[in-house]
């Protein structure tokens, strides 16, 4: 999503580049930095994230003076009503709700930490690494592209990202019942059963409100990690046997 985001405010500073190649080209960007290594891509994430946070401080300086200049009833040839400037208005505003400025500051803490040293040795896992980094890529802009081309893309690609989330949260519950009111048979009924029981059914209901799109690609994920995880089974017993 956000190199969906960082696509469509590009092509609306720069018009004569498409949504879509924008977007491309911050997939390969972002996928070149980090496999060249982590050291090299913690200072560039760091000097994106300052502009990241300069351009929070333009957009609430810009926000409370409009309110204060116009109300909070904007006119009908105002910018925010013309698709680009709404697209863009809904991506900060879901920006900001999610707090996407948190995890980058997390993660260049870890990385000033010594994260990036490990990271950026070579050894087994290097390999590993560059394959996960290359497939990550290729379905990412393979996503992002497809949406950029979309008029909804931005709705539709929020939709997708909150829908992994949903599913994770209702699994995190799930597994709650089932440690301890299953596995290990507790008696506190209000925390272990009916507070992951809520949790559940509020999830439900959001994901139902979901789009189709959505409950689609939320239901062939869920598959995809029922099969691995019974493959992981299967393995692990032959394993243990052995």
């Known amino acids: 999503m956000a190199y969906l985001f960082s696509g469509i405010a590009l092509h609306s500073l720069v ?3 498409s949504r879509w190649l924008w977007t491309a080209i911050a997939v390969v960007v972002t996928t070149a930095l980090n496999l060249i290594g982590v050291r090299t891509a913690a200072p560039v994430g760091f000097a994106v994230l300052a502009l990241e946070l300069a351009a929070l401080v333009v957009f609430v300086v810009a926000a409370v003076v409009v309110l204060a200049q116009h109300g909070t009833r904007p006119r009908l040839g105002h910018p925010v ?14 920006g900001l709700r999610r707090g996407a400025l948190l995890p980058g500051l997390r993660r260049h803490r870890d990385l000033r930490r010594g994260g990036g040293r490990r990271l950026g040795r070579g050894g087994p896992g290097s390999a590993v690494r ?11 802009v393979a996503a992002a592209v497809r949406a950029a081309d979309r008029d909804d893309g931005l709705d539709q690609l929020t939709s997708v990202v909150d829908m992994g989330a949903l599913t994770a ?6 597994s709650v019942i ?3 009111t299953v596995r ?5 009924r209000p925390r272990h059963l009916l507070v992951p ?3 559940i059914a509020v999830i439900g209901a959001v994901i139902h409100e ?3 799109t959505a409950q689609l690609v939320g239901l062939v994920w869920l598959a995809v990690g029922l099969v691995v995880l019974g493959v992981q089974g299967s393995t692990d017993g032959v394993g243990g046997r052995r």
Request: glycine share 12%; charged share 20%; net charge positive.
């Open 197 to 199: 029981l809520l949790g």
């Open 15 to 17: 018009p004569g580049v």
């Open 210 to 212: 979901a789009s189709t």
């Open 184 to 188: 290990h048979g507790s008696r506190d």
């Open 178 to 180: 089932g440690w301890y």
């Open 130 to 140: 560059r394959r996960a980094l290359l497939t990550a890529a290729v379905i990412t």
């Open 169 to 174: 949260f209702a699994l995190l519950h799930a």
């Open 81 to 94: 009503h013309r698709r680009r400037g709404l697209l863009a208005h809904r991506g900060a505003r879901r």
